[in-house]
């Protein structure tokens, strides 16, 4: 089995989103730490944390998938913009100790000139600056489309910075589908070897999550455009295939494809029933 959800609003509270994906039927749920655009993340008040985390248990949920900001740049040449976010990953990571045993995902920026070295390096840093040995969070970097001078657009690109990483316990990856695919990685005809490279270069054993998403763009366009599932270039069948992979199992499946409530009901209840067949 995996755990399947989708990305839902903190606007209500943490406890809320919990109820809301029971509502959905869903097990697992991701959720901005804040703004995806930037600026202030939602005050923790400790009984509604409190108040999530028993329900999680309660209701034998999987690990949640928390999101960085979209405009944290780990690796950005702007030195205040790399600044702003070191500040915001530094709270997160610190905020998510409110939810042990949970992931925290993030794009691993774009190096804007730089050169892919520096982009590593930067990144490894800000990593080794951060991460705490104590710390109950597994921080996954997401593999990304490889538009412009993003990082993260092949494998090796992450082994690298995983290699430099001083607490290995502590940092895996989330696969992105549309992402790999967008990547040039052939998810649809040949998943079996996409993911053999995956285990040769980084090793499943760091693969944590799965963002779950078709693409509205052919392999290798590096345009990173996510599709509801089966309206894509990737397709249902593909779809299907990949949730179902042995190597994948009791792993989050987010959703982030274009829905609304009902489309996201509508496709966790799809791929629940992929999984009762």
């Known amino acids: 089995m995996i755990y399947i959800g989708c ?3 903190v606007t209500n509270g943490y406890e809320a989103m919990g109820r809301t994906m ?3 039927g869903g097990n697992t749920f991701a959720y901005f730490t804040r703004n995806p655009r930037g600026g202030r993340s939602k005050d923790i008040v400790p009984e509604d944390a409190e108040a999530l985390n028993t329900l999680l248990q309660e209701k034998s949920f999987g ?3 928390a999101h960085g900001s979209y405009t944290m740049n780990l690796c950005a040449s702007n030195e205040t913009t790399r600044s702003n976010g070191l500040d915001m990953f530094a709270q997160d990571l610190q905020r998510m100790e409110a939810f042990p045993e949970n992931y925290y995902n993030f794009h691993p920026g774009a190096h804007t000139g730089q ?12 990593l080794n600056d951060n ?3 104590e710390m109950r969070t597994i921080v996954l970097l997401e593999t990304m489309a490889g538009k412009g001078t993003e990082m993260g657009g092949n494998f090796e690109e992450l082994r690298e910075i995983i290699d430099r990483v001083e607490l290995k316990d ?5 696969l992105d589908t549309c992402h790999v695919w967008d990547a ?11 993911l053999q490279h995956f285990d040769d270069v980084i090793g499943l054993d760091r693969l944590y999550a799965i963002h779950f998403n078709d693409s509205k763009n052919p392999c290798g366009s590096h345009k990173d455009r996510h599709e509801k599932l089966g309206e894509g270039f990737i397709g249902m069948e593909a779809m299907k295939r990949i949730a179902l992979h042995p190597a994948l199992q009791n792993k989050p499946f987010i959703l982030e494809t274009p829905n609304d409530d009902a489309g996201y009901i509508k496709e966790i209840h799809t791929v629940l029933s992929w999984m009762d067949a």
Do not use: Q
């Open 7 to 9: 990305h839902l609003s």
């Open 22 to 24: 029971c509502g959905f």
């Open 63 to 65: 690990p949640l998938v």
């Open 115 to 126: 050169g892919t070295e520096k982009g590593i390096e930067l990144i490894a840093k800000a």
């Open 131 to 133: 991460l705490f040995p």
């Open 170 to 174: 502590k940092i895996g990856v989330c």
């Open 184 to 194: 040039g990685y052939d998810i649809a005809g040949d998943l079996d070897g996409v």
